[in-house]
């Protein structure tokens, strides 16, 4: 069956774009003003557009019906189960108290806020948005977020905020691949267009992610960590979407920029480290609990240096030499469902 789509059936543009856009209001309205449950919302959402497209514009509805179940399936067999796999990697962390040890280790390479912003919602989301897109680096990143004292809408915020740069490389490429889909044109020249586009506003959105939450003089303050960042995502973006393919621009770059900037906040760091206000009681409760517990496990390790006739300085050596070795496996443990996820879709995503 052959149809030819009328843009402009009404004979006045703006009528007609209103009633295309029904579908669209429809689904915000019933989610946002009327609190109804995502998956009816959606339902209805598709509905609505079934009937403008067959009543309004003319396609006919066994076409119609056959366009709803195809995007359907494209939804559920090239989307869902990305997300649906993500997701089921992040519960699994959660359930094993992994992700607390994640959180931890974002915490213990900087206390700055700024910079665990980079690190979480910036680097980190792009990583997620390439392996799993469709809200997931809201949803993941902002929970890590969420965890490390961020308030919840403030997280979601900024990680909306973060994922306008990976986004057109989400879930593998997605948006490129249906985009050549829909235009007929030639995939790798919109991947490469896309590329040479999109690198400077991944240098500009980790500068105005960090400028959202302090003023002017505080984002200067750590500039060096938003070009380490953004320019090491923005040249991975570059060169992998011009060279390589469309499928894993945004892990590499994600985990590129992530590795970057770990390495770079070893050797260096921000004059003055930025709190929340309320951190501060927070902090003194924590480092509280944290001293006791280290106190009551030195005396513990102290006596079984005596028992074995060691010095007590022998004693601390070990003790301290013990706790990082354990704290090293512990990371390590916590982030390796995550690499070896990154580590099968790289092999799997390279071109042939």
């Not at 069956?1 to 007609?16: A, E, I, R």
Request: glycine content about 8%; overall charge neutral.
């Amino acid at each position: 069956m052959t149809w030819t789509q009328v843009y402009d059936p009404f004979g006045h543009w703006w009528l007609s774009t209103v009633v295309a856009a029904l579908p669209i209001v429809v689904l915000f309205c019933l989610l946002a003003v009327f609190r109804v449950r995502p998956h009816l919302a959606a339902l209805a959402g598709a509905l609505t557009a079934t009937c403008a497209a067959s009543l309004a514009f003319g396609m006919p509805w066994p076409l119609s019906f056959v366009s709803f179940f195809y995007g359907a399936a494209f939804g559920v067999l090239k989307i869902a189960w990305i997300v649906v796999a993500a997701v089921y990697l992040y519960d699994i962390s959660v359930y094993t108290g992994q992700f607390e040890v994640m959180k931890e280790s974002v915490a213990s390479i900087t206390a700055d806020r700024r910079l665990q912003v980079l690190l979480v919602a910036f680097c980190f989301g792009a990583l997620i948005e390439g392996a799993a897109g469709f809200g997931a680096p809201v949803a993941i990143a902002g929970a890590f977020m969420i965890g490390l004292g961020f308030e919840p809408f403030y997280a979601a915020a900024l990680n909306l905020i973060a994922n306008t740069a990976p986004v057109a490389w989400g879930a593998i490429g997605t948006p490129v691949h249906t985009l050549a889909s829909v235009t007929g044109l030639p995939e790798s020249d919109l991947n490469a267009m896309i590329g040479r586009i999109l690198p400077f506003a991944s240098v500009l959105v980790p500068f105005w992610l960090v400028r959202t939450m302090v003023g002017w003089r505080k984002t200067f303050e750590v500039m060096p960590a938003v070009l380490v960042v953004g320019v090491s995502f923005a040249l991975t973006q570059f060169l992998w979407s011009n060279f390589v393919d469309s499928n894993l621009v945004d892990i590499v770059g994600g985990m590129v920029s992530l590795a970057a900037t770990v390495v770079f906040l070893r050797f260096w760091k921000p004059r003055r480290v930025w709190r929340f206000p309320r951190d501060a009681e927070t902090d003194i409760a924590a480092e509280s609990r944290a001293t006791e517990a280290e106190r009551e496990r030195g005396e513990l390790l102290d006596d079984d240096a005596r028992a074995r006739g060691d010095s007590l300085d022998d004693g601390r050596a070990a003790r301290v030499s013990s706790r990082r070795r354990g704290a090293a496996r512990r990371v390590a443990k916590a982030w390796m469902p995550f690499v070896i996820l990154s580590a099968f879709v790289v092999v799997w995503g390279l071109p042939q």
